[in-house]
């Protein structure tokens, strides 16, 4: 079994600051993936990046980049020049690469954005 | 471009009634997922289909029933709703192809049980 483990309940950040959101996990699976997925207050869930973790290179997208510890299993979400519309709950999740491709989620930290 | 909905929206029901939640994608994917998302536990997945007529169970099945006659429509049924089913329920989908199976997410529905 997967599990997914957001020790951060909550976090605050400046705007305009970087902010880091940390995420371990835990598989006996080779191949899997990881996902960060984030939940505005519209409760819409927003794909934020996700890594292949055959991948050495850590993923980026925008102002999100994840620096993804495969030894450690560690994957943590790093937001730089935060926007007040970056405020949301942020799931990490991770998925087996095969199977059924259910996604094991953490249970959230909430990132509030300070203007 | 419709993508994946879900109805109601909200609803609110009493004990021991059925109720359906609905779920319906534009993709084509192969693959739909229920969730629940409840607070303190994150999303916990609770059945799956990887095709029409293909279902299984997820980490929390008990009380749900699930069919997919279709490949776009996956509904959820609660046989008769209890309290702790008072959730907010997200329905997704991904494609079954290589690499990561992104999943899309519906917008939830919000079920209180009176």
């Known amino acids: 079994a997967q599990t997914v483990t957001q020790s951060q309940p909550e976090m605050s950040v400046q705007e305009a600051e970087t902010v880091t959101l940390s995420c371990t996990y835990d598989?006996?699976?080779?191949?899997?993936?990881l996902f960060w997925y984030k939940q505005p207050p519209s409760r819409q869930m927003i794909l934020v990046i996700r890594?292949?973790?055959?991948?050495?290179q850590n993923a980026t997208e925008n102002r999100f980049s994840v620096n993804f510890q495969k030894a450690a299993k560690s994957f943590s979400l790093k937001i730089s020049d935060s926007q007040l519309g970056d405020a949301a709950m942020y799931f990490c999740?991770?998925?087996?690469?095969?199977?059924?491709?259910?996604?094991?989620f953490g249970k959230g930290t909430k990132l509030s954005v300070i203007p | 471009d419709a993508g994946i909905t879900q109805s109601p929206r909200y609803k609110i029901t009493e004990t021991g009634r059925q109720v359906t939640l609905m779920c319906h994608q534009t993709?084509?994917?192969?693959?739909m997922f229920w969730y629940r998302q409840d607070l303190g536990h994150g999303l916990r997945l609770i059945y799956y289909?990887?095709?029409?007529?293909?279902?299984d169970k997820g980490e929390v099945p008990d009380g749900y029933v699930v069919s997919r006659s279709k490949t776009e429509n996956f509904p959820l049924t609660l046989e008769s709703a209890t309290r702790s089913q008072t959730s907010v329920y997200f329905c997704?989908?991904?494609?079954?192809?290589?690499?990561?199976?992104?999943?899309?997410f519906g917008p939830g529905t919000r079920l209180l049980v009176l």
């Open positions: 890594q292949e973790a055959y991948k050495q």
């Open positions: 598989t006996s699976e080779s191949d899997y993936y």
């Open positions: 997704a989908s991904s494609l079954a192809a290589g690499g990561p199976k992104t999943q899309y």
């Open positions: 289909s990887a095709a029409a007529d293909i279902t």
């Open positions: 993709w084509s994917h192969s693959y």
């Open positions: 999740a991770s998925q087996k690469g095969a199977g059924s491709y259910q996604l094991t």
